[in-house]
């Protein structure tokens, strides 16, 4: 057409800005790993904790990434259609908001031998009046770190399922199957699950990556000794010794090969899955047996997974205002703003470097996102397959493989230990969950409006900036809470590009947590998740009030 | 600001489909009627005058409206009004901010801007609208919103998407008549589609085809 400009390349540029810091991370990476006669991967070699360490992040990823779909897809298939679903989309949100190491050491209050489950059975069920000397956190099996991931990967796959539901048409397909005979779940195992699982395979894909290679939640809840891969090779980068870098590319190289042999391992089992259902279908099977099971089921995990979530940030709001909390003591003889107090200067100043980057990064990524999208409709664009892949390359490509590697760039240009460089760092995973966000609103909008408004002599940029941008306001800034979560949970690449000197909440909770003050962790961890949740407390407050008087744009319900 | 809009072999094939040919004359002041069954390309006759044709199909032939050839103008600078099947007002502004949205740009300052919309409400008997919530209006309220709205941005022709389908009988023949009134008092080349020969029989221009044959109603 006749306009373009700089617009139309907005998707381009977009996607170029997240394959470069990826690309070019895995081979600052790549490098060091096999220089000097791949010197690193010797070193690894003769590292005894090696296998452990892979048999760890295999287990651990696999177990969380394959309960936590079960658990998803249980609460889909059972409670779709209830009065309890409606009552999970609003739980949903905050549950989603909060940042995977505050939920670490949320969960790690409560499942610890002096933690609240011990504290409630002691001493009457237990007979305990110490904390027992039981490894329950950090346990050398990784169970503490799996129910961790899954405390966080559910509300992700369970968001995900929602967005990808009414393309499924489940409302008639179950319908339809229900009226053949079937049982609920059989009929959405046969009807709505291999159209709604074509659209959860990359999100599942991402959450398989993420919870082989979590650094924070397996420094708070994973096992020592050795810990995960991923773990020890941010352990050997922190290694004042300059050989422990090429043992860590050497290792962070490895982890990448074992995401991807796991990856690899996942699609198998996904064409065995398929197979057998398609036996089920031509089976006929109706289970309606099994429906009242797998609702038991699904409420019984879904809600420990919400209750898990929501005692652990419960119990660290109540760590950060104790006072003397004695074991077995249920909660503190008295409480105090004592920690709060002190902590105030260091609290405040952290609080707002967090803040400023992740307000720029989410910025620069709600800017970004918009440009593409409203590309993709003046222009009618319509996205190839590939650009999604590309949208998820930086939740897919382990963390830990390609972020050292740009930490050296970093480095090398000067740039590393400035918030911005972090604020740079953190758009590479703040963009892809804004544009996952906000593109289903965007799309859906109607489009006549625009018509209405170009019919009207508005020119495009006025039909976007009147119109399109003012009836978005909603998802848009829920997309920009989206986005402020994400860059406020970032443990990694703050810790890296920021060369250790730009301290966010995140990463100072992460240090602190190995060593004992509870109440300090508590109000670090605790203010970690406020900033999130405020951001979506705005995201659906600021709506409401400037549409108070429009009743078209009340939410539907 | 009136003139004929001329739709000259205005010709549109969907791959190797013709969907709409039209070699049609529209005088100012005039109603072209064009009837037929839904997917029968009416719609698609309405976005390429209207600049909005989608890119799957492929546009040949010339519009020419008020003697400026507008064939490939992007829509907003063509003065071709459109109004919907339903009203579309917007649903963040007030009615009057609805209104001010279609006023030229060249009309400058607060005051004058304000009167041209009380104006057009006074027109409409909504004298006083100016501050509701569209979404508290009646159907036949919203309706002539809608078409001030249209009026306001001085088109040079009107195009009609099935606009008067959605309501009810009563209050069809009512909001016809003001619409076609206007077409006529502003001596506008007007395009109506509709698949309802009442539409058609009081519009009283000749009716066609998408593609061009005349219809007997």
């Not at chain 1, 295999?58 to 658990?71: F, N, V």
């Not at chain 1, 395979?201 to 082989?212: K, T």
């Not at chain 1, 652990?312 to 703003?337: C, E, I, R």
């Not at chain 1, 976007?464 to 800034?477: A, I």
Request: proline residues 6%; charged residues 10%; glycine residues 8%.
């Amino acid at each position: 057409m006749i306009w373009g400009g700089p617009l139309r390349w907005a998707p381009r540029f977009t996607l170029a800005l997240l394959v470069v810091p990826v690309a070019a991370g895995l081979l600052g990476t790549l490098i060091p790993a096999f220089s000097n006669d791949a010197k690193g991967f010797r070193a690894l070699v003769e590292w005894p904790g090696l296998w452990p360490a892979v048999r760890l992040s295999l287990g651990t990823g696999l177990g969380a990434t394959a309960l936590s779909l079960a658990i998803t897809l249980l609460l889909v298939a059972s409670l779709w259609g209830t009065r309890l679903f409606a009552l999970i989309l609003h739980l949903l949100a905050p549950l989603l908001s909060v940042p995977h190491a505050a939920a670490a050491l949320g969960l790690a209050f409560l499942i610890a031998p002096s933690g609240w489950i011990a504290r409630l059975l002691s001493p009457w069920a237990t007979g305990w009046t110490q904390p027992p000397d039981l490894l329950i956190l950090n346990d050398p099996y990784g169970l503490s770190l799996t129910l961790g991931l899954i405390a966080k990967e559910v509300p992700f796959l369970f968001l995900m399922a929602l967005a990808a539901l009414p393309q499924t048409d489940i409302a008639r397909r179950m319908q339809v199957a229900h009226s053949l005979g079937a049982g609920k779940i059989a009929a959405f195992a046969v009807a709505v699950l291999p159209g709604l699982y074509r659209q959860l395979r990359l999100p599942v894909y991402a959450v398989l990556a993420y919870s082989m290679t979590a650094v924070e939640m397996a420094m708070i809840l994973g096992p020592t000794r050795p810990a995960t891969l991923s773990a020890q090779v941010v352990i050997w980068m922190a290694d004042p010794m300059l050989t422990a870098q090429a043992t860590a590319a050497a290792g962070a190289v490895l982890q990448l090969c074992v995401v991807i042999a796991a990856l690899l391992l996942w699609t198998l089992v996904e064409r065995v899955a398929r197979r057998a259902l398609v036996r089920l279908a031509e089976a006929g099977v109706r289970a309606h047996a099994l429906d009242a099971f797998a609702r038991g089921a699904a409420l019984l995990t879904g809600g420990l997974t919400a209750g898990a979530l929501i005692l652990g940030l419960a119990g660290l709001a109540v760590w950060s205002l104790a006072g003397l909390w004695q074991f077995p003591d249920v909660l503190p003889q008295s409480l105090s703003l004592r920690t709060w107090m002190r902590a105030a200067p260091d609290l405040v100043s952290t609080g707002a470097v967090t803040v400023m980057i992740a307000a720029t990064a989410t910025a620069l990524s709600l800017a970004l996102v918009i440009a593409c999208l409203e590309a993709e409709q003046r222009f009618a664009l319509s996205p190839r397959g590939a650009a999604l892949w590309v949208l998820y390359l930086p939740l897919l490509v382990p963390q830990v493989a390609f972020l050292p590697g740009l930490q050296g760039a970093a480095l090398r240009s000067g740039v590393e230990g400035h918030w911005l460089a972090v604020a740079a760092a953190h758009l590479v995973f703040v963009l892809p969950y804004v544009f996952l966000s906000l593109a289903p609103a965007y799309r859906a909008w109607d489009g006549r409006i625009a018509t209405a408004g170009l019919a009207l002599g508005a020119s495009p940029a006025r039909v976007f900036w009147r119109l399109r941008l003012p009836m978005l306001l909603r998802p848009v800034l829920t997309a920009a809470a989206v986005g402020v979560a994400v860059s406020v949970g970032q443990y990694l690449p703050t810790l890296l590009i920021g060369g250790g000197r730009v301290e966010t909440l995140t990463t100072e909770a992460v240090a602190l947590s190995s060593g004992g003050n509870r109440r300090l962790i508590g109000a670090y961890a605790l203010l970690q998740m406020l900033l999130p949740a405020l951001g979506f407390a705005l995201a659906l407050l600021l709506p409401a009030l400037a549409f108070r008087n429009r009743r078209g744009m009340a939410v539907a319900t | 600001m009136s003139g004929a809009l001329i739709l000259q072999d205005l010709r549109i094939d969907q791959g190797t489909t013709p969907v709409v040919a039209l070699n049609q004359s529209v005088a100012p002041g005039e109603v072209l009627t064009i009837m037929g069954p839904s997917g029968s390309g009416k719609s698609t006759a309405l976005s390429a005058i209207l600049g909005t044709l989608a890119p799957a199909f492929r546009q040949q032939g010339r519009i020419i409206l008020a003697g400026r050839d507008i064939t490939a103008l992007p829509p907003h600078q063509r003065r071709v009004g459109l109004l919907f099947q339903d009203d579309v007002l917007f649903p963040h502004l007030s009615v009057g901010a609805n209104l001010a949205f279609a006023l030229p740009p060249t009309i400058k300052g607060r005051a004058a801007r304000r009167a041209l919309v009380d104006a057009a409400l006074d027109q409409a008997e909504l004298s006083g609208f100016a501050s509701r919530d569209p979404a508290t209006l009646s159907g036949g309220q919203r309706a002539r919103v809608a078409l001030m709205r249209t009026l306001l941005a001085q088109p040079c022709a009107l195009l009609l998407d099935e606009p008067f389908s959605r309501l009810d009988a009563s209050l069809r023949s009512q909001i016809r008549s003001f619409v076609l009134s206007r077409i006529r008092q502003k001596g506008l080349a007007a395009i109506l589609v509709t698949h309802d020969a009442e539409d058609a029989h009081a519009a009283g221009g000749p009716v066609i085809s998408p593609l061009g044959q005349p219809v007997t109603l």
